[in-house]
Each structure stands twice: as structure tokens, then as C-alpha cells.
């Protein structure tokens, strides 16, 4: 009875690194979120996951992010060359079939800090 | 832009009180949803309402939606200090299937 997980929970990295950040939905649940959550900010939307349609792609920020849904289930969130400006939660988010139909269960984040 | 924006941005009350938060958007929904976050990870989803509701609750919880005036408001009764948290509302638009958040209300409920 798992709810969503990601992983790393935290990471840390030196600016011009690449990182992946990793989610693991609930079984089951066809569309995938990612958002990003800035300090005392709101949920930024970044990317939309539903089934095997292709993905809206319509709030990631720049060509340095980019995510992929792997048979439908695990997606890795790939931010490369990190910026300082990266530093977030990165929050995913599954529901059984997507906003409209109902509830979003979220991860715990992870919170990522570029130096 | 934000498409909900709550208000107020920052609320504290004593125990027993109490709590309402408002959300304004800007543009036809599909439903607005109301969350809560506690210390900055995770959220936890409380309510939905469709654009043809005007009004659900859910324990303590009541929420309204006003379509006409695009403002919907959370109402938590008899708080308590484990309410403490940040609440946002987030909205639908229709024809999209994501959510659009807005920047939340701190509530500060003290013993």
C-alpha cells in the first residue's frame, strides 16, 4: 500500500552538474505529475504524464530539463548543467486518471540545492 | 501568472477558532481543489469541488465555490494547533488536464 515515491529525498550538487531525480508512482495510476516548489512558493506545474499519450511538456523552464515515464510507471526528472536558480523541491504527484477525474497524491519531494 | 490566488497570505488564530481562506482565479475551471502542506514537502489533497458545485464539506472542512464571482473559500471549524499548515488551492482549466496552484495561506493555530 505505497504511496508515491522519490528519490533522492535530498541531493546536493555543484553547479554544472547534471542530476536525475527519480518517481515511482502509485500502482496503478495512469497520469504523472512534476512540479517544482520554490521557498515559500507555490507548486510550479513542469510536466504531464497520462497513459502513453505523449506528454505535455508545456512548464518545464528550459532545454536543461527534461523527463521520461518508463512502461508507463517510473519517471526520472533529468536536470542538466544545474543552475543555482534549479534549487527547489521538486514535487511528483499520481492520480488514477489525471486533475480532472479527481485528487493528485504527492510524493514527499526532493529537495534539490545547486551551490 | 498565477491563475489562484489565495488570500490571505497569512493567518494565526488561537484553538477552537475558526479559519477561512479565499481563492480567486481568472479563467473557466473544470474544479477547484483545495491542499494542505506541512513543513514545505508533501501535500495532502482535502477537497474537490466541480464547477457545477457550490458547496461540500468534509468533517471540519467546508468549501464554496462561487463561479460567477470566480472565488471559491475554505472554511476549517473548531481548529486545532495539528492544523497548522499551509493551504493552497488549486484549479483546473477547463480543457487541461493540469493543476494550477497558487501561492497558499500560512495558518498558525495556537494552543
Known amino acids: 500500500g505505497a504511496g508515491v515515491s522519490q528519490s533522492p529525498s535530498n541531493k546536493v550538487t555543484e553547479k554544472g552538474k547534471d542530476v536525475e531525480l527519480r518517481c515511482d508512482p502509485i500502482?496503478?495510476?495512469?497520469?504523472l505529475y512534476w512540479y517544482r516548489q520554490s521557498l515559500g512558493q507555490g507548486l510550479e506545474f513542469l510536466i504531464y504524464f497520462q497513459g502513453n499519450s505523449a506528454p505535455d511538456k508545456s512548464g518545464l523552464p528550459s532545454d536543461r530539463f527534461s523527463a521520461e515515464r518508463t512502461g508507463g510507471s517510473v519517471s526520472t526528472l533529468t536536470i542538466q548543467r544545474t543552475q543555482q536558480e534549479d534549487s527547489a523541491v521538486y514535487l511528483c504527484?499520481?492520480?488514477?486518471?489525471?486533475?480532472?477525474?479527481?485528487?493528485?497524491?504527492f510524493g514527499e519531494g526532493s529537495r534539490l540545492t545547486v551551490l | 501568472s498565477q491563475q489562484g490566488e489565495e488570500d490571505p497570505q497569512a493567518l494565526s488564530i488561537q484553538e477552537g477558532e475558526n479559519a477561512t481562506m479565499n481563492c480567486s482565479y481568472k479563467t473557466s475551471i473544470n474544479n477547484l481543489q483545495w491542499y494542505r502542506q506541512n513543513s514545505g514537502r508533501g501535500l495532502v489533497h482535502l477537497i474537490l469541488i466541480r464547477s457545477n458545485e457550490r458547496e461540500k464539506h468534509s468533517g471540519r472542512l467546508r468549501v464554496t465555490l462561487d463561479t460567477s464571482k470566480k472565488s471559491s473559500s475554505l472554511l476549517i471549524t473548531a481548529s486545532r494547533a495539528a492544523d497548522t499548515a499551509s493551504y493552497f488551492c488549486a484549479t483546473v482549466l477547463s480543457g487541461y488536464s493540469t493543476l494550477t496552484f497558487g501561492k497558499g495561506t500560512m495558518l498558525l493555530v495556537s494552543p
Open positions: 504527484a499520481s492520480s488514477p486518471g489525471g486533475a480532472v477525474t479527481g485528487e493528485l497524491f
Open positions: 500502482s496503478g495510476h495512469t497520469a
